[in-house]
């Protein structure tokens, strides 16, 4: 058997064994004796009496380790033309200092402060001051609209909120501040006050509640690390559901330092010293775990990358970021890939840089389809690793586990389940189906440290989205299958969340701004397969009786709603006004029926259809798109 095969096997005999070896990577305050609390399922703990805190382990115990001096963070900016290394030492004294400030605005443990930052290093130190004072982030993407946030902020209810004044998009400088005060103002809960990081690109008005990050560091006494317990909450992460209301992946503090430091050497092949290169951004669960969390913990060095993959300026800065800091492993999106061959079909940027650190391509987000991760192995000659997993999940669930054991790769299979994840597929009865059978993808409870203990204050919630479908099992709400051979193929949602550049965005969320326009009488919006962003969505609205407008100046206008209310990162650019949809006769719309023929396939009419006829007329829209 191959090394892959024991230690996985080890992962399932003797659970309690496996995880609490793994522990003993963290310095517990408190260390667990036992692993895993299973009296209470679905609602499983790890390390129930264990008590630690996570910026120590990020920070602090590398100083004292000796290794002040490496490089803990590399802030790259092609977009600012900065790069800035913060060293641990350096990291960890803005760190402490942070958190003091935070303290000293009354934040304590358990308290929730709202992130809302671009791609800056202080984006980091704000998550990681919180996680020194006990205190629980919750950070929300930069690119979404003050509706989206202000949605956040009600069900977090944060006492502090750090923001910036703009982000760098490209070229174009982005006010932030206006977003910030604006969902504010939409929000129930108001913070006591808002602490604001000014860039030079764009300063922003200052109100009665706003504090200056600069300012406040200079008078702040640095904070210590405060012991928390490992089932307390590190932080939440809003991820799309199927409606418009976002849910609340609470994450905890000792399964996920557990989980981060065994992925590092294990999945990344990343040690300390070493340097991965995350190109993601730090509001999503990729960045959470793989700029900041999982690399501090394990003592590696971090890039953290204020661009994108083409444009700010060329499609050679990610083989530059490489050749400048030594990276021995970068994980991003498969779009970033595309846009770079789009850009770059030679790879002719290449030929500039010394890649010779580069081990390996990691790639997650969303579906990898063959053709690009053959033109990514056959230009940058290393492993290009596609790996499955979920904001939920915290940490990938199928990945080929290149520390331990290069696996053969097979195209279109993100490889096998990594230790500790028992992954299914289901038939509708509940049961297993044969190798080779297409079904919703389950994981068999418990999961393993550091995936969801509930969701933010909503208990049932958690029980009725994931864990209710299939007793015993959580639902991903991706489908695929297993192969004879055990590898997996994950072939997409089966529910409304759809991925859009590696963005997960909720397809509902979408429909009830639609909704809300005063012409609209009802909607529906699919993700639609793109050769660039994966998916994008197209909407289709049937509008009220006696409606005469303009058909151009309506679909602008519903396209502005949802670039105003959801935010760009949506990419809605394409609204039709159509005189019916095709729905069930109990009058469920066919989204999925629509969404095959837009892809052009050759979609089944099913048989539940009220009035073929509307579809018919519909379809020679949707094969328009
Ligand atoms: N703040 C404000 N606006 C943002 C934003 C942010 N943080 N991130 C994206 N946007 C805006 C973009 O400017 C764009 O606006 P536009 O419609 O006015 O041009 C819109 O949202 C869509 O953004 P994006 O999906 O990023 O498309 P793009 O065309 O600007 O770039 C790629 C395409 C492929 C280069 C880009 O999507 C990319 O780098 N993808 C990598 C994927 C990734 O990091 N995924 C994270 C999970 S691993
Ligand atoms: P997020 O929670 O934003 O990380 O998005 C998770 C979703 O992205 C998953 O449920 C999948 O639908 C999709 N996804 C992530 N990684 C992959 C992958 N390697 N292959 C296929 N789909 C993926």
Redo the contacts with the bound molecule.
Sequence with gaps: MGEYEDIFRASTDDPEAFWLRAAQAIDWHKPPTRALDDSRPPFYRWFPDGELNVCHNALDRHVEAGRGAQPALIYDSPVTGTTRTYTYEQLRDEVARFAGVLAGLGVGHGDRVVIYM??VPEAAVAMLACARIGAVHSVV???FAPRELAVRIDDATPSVIVSASC?I??K?V?EYKPLLDRAIELAVNKPSHCVILQRPQAEAAMGENDVDWAEAMQSATPADCVPVAATDPLYILYTSGTTGKPKGVVRDSGGHAVAMCWTMPNVYDVDTGETIFT???V??V??HSYIVYAPLLAGATTVLYEG????TPDAGQFWRVVADHGVKSVF??P??F??IKKEDPKGEHLAKYDLSTLRYLFL??ERLDPETQRWASDLLEVPVIDHWWQTETGWPIVANPAGIELLEIKPGSPTKPLPGWDVQVLDEAGKPVEAGTDGPIVVKLPMPPGSLPTLWNDDERFVSSYMSAFDGYYLTGDGGRIDEDGYVFVMGRTDDVIN????RLSTGGMEEVLASHPDVAECAVIGVADP??GQVPRGFVVLKAGVDRDEAQLRAELVQLV?DQV?????LKDVAVVAALPKTRSGKILRKTMRGIADGNDEPVPSTIDDPAVLDALRPVLRRG
């Design positions: 671009p791609m993407f930069g690119g982000g998009e490209g174009r982005i190109a993601s951004d509001g999503w990729v960045g994108k993959p083409v444009g991003t999106a779009t970033a595309r846009a997650a987000g859009v550049a590696g963005h660039m962003k670039r935010g760009a990162v949506a990419s």
